[in-house]
């Protein structure tokens, strides 16, 4: 099991959440927040008065999955993230201990896999 983290621009967002869900990754988890790479420094006026704002805003995802799920989901990321340019974002692969899905009680790759209910 493995703990796919994504740091993407927020305007790529639904481009990302598309191409996942055209993979089949499915259950994830979206924060924004701030940050900075390879970006050059932004410099804003507020209030008459020059400011630097060195983070960004991006959105961060998290998405546990199971082994076989792990390249397609890197895959569908850096497909639908990608523009080329210096802060496209970056994607960590982190080992997973442990899963357990509170409603049933599943445990590890059975908590992450997905399930279709049928009705």
């Given at each position: 099991?493995?703990?796919?983290?994504?740091i993407i621009r927020p305007e790529?967002?639904?481009?990302?959440?598309?191409?996942?869900?055209?993979r089949e990754v499915r259950g994830?988890?979206?924060?924004?927040?701030?940050?900075?790479?390879?970006?050059?420094?932004?410099?804003?006026?507020?209030?008459?008065?020059?400011?630097?704002?060195?983070?960004?805003?991006?959105?961060?995802?998290?998405?546990?999955?199971?082994?076989?799920f792990v390249e397609p989901t890197?895959?569908?990321?850096?497909?639908?993230?990608?523009?080329?340019?210096?802060?496209?974002?970056?994607?960590?692969?982190?080992?997973?201990?442990?899963?357990?899905?509170?409603?049933?009680?599943?445990?590890?790759?059975?908590?992450?896999?997905?399930?279709?209910?049928?009705?």
């Amino acid at each position: 099991m493995k703990l796919v983290v994504a740091i993407i621009r927020p305007e790529m967002l639904n481009d990302v959440l598309e191409a996942l869900y055209r993979r089949e990754v499915r259950g994830l988890t979206v924060s924004r927040v701030l940050g900075h790479g390879g970006e050059a420094e932004h410099v804003a006026t507020y209030r008459g008065t020059t400011v630097k704002l060195p983070l960004q805003e991006k959105v961060r995802l998290e998405i546990g999955v199971t082994e076989p799920f792990v390249e397609p989901t890197i895959e569908a990321i850096r497909d639908a993230a990608c523009t080329g340019e210096v802060g496209d974002g970056k994607i960590f692969v982190l080992d997973l201990e442990r899963s357990v899905r509170i409603r049933s009680d599943e445990r590890d790759e059975s908590a992450l896999t997905p399930t279709l209910v049928r009705q």
